[in-house]
């Protein structure tokens, strides 16, 4: 009985409660201080890895200055052969498609009526030469007996007019004559041009009048052929130099898709006007085209060679951007860090581009892995690095023509500025 009231005491409750105190805030401390220490801690420095890029050397070579042009290719000549007189057609002498030379057979019409008509020329001009003839064997006469005064002078000059009248009347039959001729000659028609005939236009049975529509046959001449294309006048005088100059500027012919080359030729005549609705002139280009590769009114991407520069500095076409700064390329440092260097452009043939300015022979550019570059960025330069281009002029990737304006690479940001297209 007396555990009992010991245990209840109200000396008791007062000791149970300060350890429980004690032990709530020694807890409240120890979370105080781990919030604490997470908050106030910092976080290890932890430094930016290097930037895996791929690298190639500047080096010296030749690079092409080239135009590039849409061209069509223009025969030189197409002509359509048209009748040049009236009747029916009794023969046709080609084959559609086919090859024909100068002067060879086509065509013909019914030659019987031109016959008919030439024989009566020829009667009328027998007839009239025998008039003739008489009329100055009677101005013979005419001549002694005035000599003898037994004739009057009018009928002497009236003798005179005769003779005249028959002669040109003999001249009117001579040349009704020649025109008959010239009609058998027209029913009998030959090719003005050697080329290529295409479909067939008449048939025999076919009635056809002077210069009816649309016409006997077209002729296209294939070989050789020319190529037109325009070139802006920013450009033109370039050509003009050069052309002046005695050069004979090579041309090259591509296929619509610029991924096969057609033919080569040379450039031989500009027009003598602009366009002022487009700023350009017109260029013509002659190609043998023996494989007859080039096809009338084709549609051709032309490359025109205007110039080369000779040992200009050359770096790889991806190595070039361009954004705030300009033109620029990184190069890289003997610290494996890079640096932004302007640069002035030249030509491009696509997978090489030339440097006017900025840039020396044997200095080292990123070509890939510029995205997140920066002025003063650490590089590591991977394994797969692109090799240095050789000194002599590089080809052109394949499927894009030597001599080709490179596109240039979508502008990356320059250091400290947002990317442009």
């Known amino acids: 009985m007396s555990t009992t009231q010991d245990a209840l005491s109200p000396s008791a409750v007062p000791t149970r409660h300060r350890g429980r105190w004690i032990i709530g805030a020694v807890v409240a401390v120890l979370i105080i201080f781990v919030i604490w220490h997470i908050l106030a801690g910092k976080k290890p420095a932890r430094a930016a890895p290097p930037q895996v890029v791929k690298v190639a050397k500047a080096v010296l070579g030749d690079m092409p200055e080239t135009l590039s042009e849409l061209g069509t290719v223009t025969p030189l000549a197409t002509v359509t052969v048209l009748p040049q007189l009236s009747g029916y057609i009794t023969e046709v002498g080609y084959k559609e498609g086919q090859d024909v030379k100068k002067g060879q057979f086509l065509v013909q019409i019914d030659p019987r009526q031109f016959e008919i008509d030439l024989q009566q020329a020829q009667a009328a001009l027998l007839k009239d030469q025998a ?3 008489q009329a100055r064997s009677d101005l013979a006469r005419f001549h002694q007996l005035q000599a003898q005064k037994a004739v009057a002078e009018q009928t002497v000059t009236d003798q005179e007019s005769t003779v005249k009248q028959d002669e040109a009347q003999v001249k009117s039959d001579q040349a009704n004559i020649d025109q008959f001729k010239l009609d058998l000659i027209y029913c009998h028609i030959t090719a003005p041009v050697a080329g290529r005939v ?9 009635f056809v009048t002077a210069s009816s529509s649309p016409g006997l046959v077209v002729i296209t001449t294939m070989k050789p052929t020319t190529v037109e294309f325009t070139v802006a006048q920013n450009d033109l005088a370039r050509v003009i130099d050069r052309v002046n100059s005695g ?18 030729g040379t450039l031989y005549a500009l027009s003598n006007q602009m366009a002022t609705s487009t700023g350009t002139v017109t260029l013509r280009a002659a190609f043998e085209n023996d494989n ?33 700064p300009g033109d620029y390329v990184y190069l890289v440092n003997a610290n494996d860090t890079v640096s932004v260097r302007k640069v002035a452009l030249g030509a491009s043939d696509g997978q090489n581009t030339a440097i006017l300015s900025g840039l020396t022979a044997g200095d080292t550019v990123v070509v890939d892995g510029t995205d997140r570059l920066s002025d003063g960025a650490q590089i590591s330069v991977s394994t797969g690095a692109r090799p240095a281009t050789g000194t002599q002029q590089v080809p052109a990737t394949p499927g894009s023509p030597p001599g080709s304006k490179a596109r240039k690479k979508p502008r990356a940001a320059a250091p400290g500025a947002s990317a442009t297209s």
Not at 295 to 306: A, D, R, T
Not at 315 to 322: C, D, E, G, N
Request: charge should be negative.
């Open 247 to 264: 050069a004979q500027l090579p041309v090259t012919a591509y296929t619509s898709d610029n991924n096969q080359e057609i033919a080569t």
């Open 198 to 206: 295409g479909l067939r236009l008449v048939d025999p049975g076919n």
């Open 131 to 133: 008039a003739l003839d």
């Open 292 to 324: 007859e590769a080039l096809f009338p009114n084709e549609f051709v991407n032309i490359k025109i060679l205007v110039d080369t520069l000779a040992q200009v500095v050359l770096v790889p076409t991806p190595a070039v951007l361009s954004g705030a």
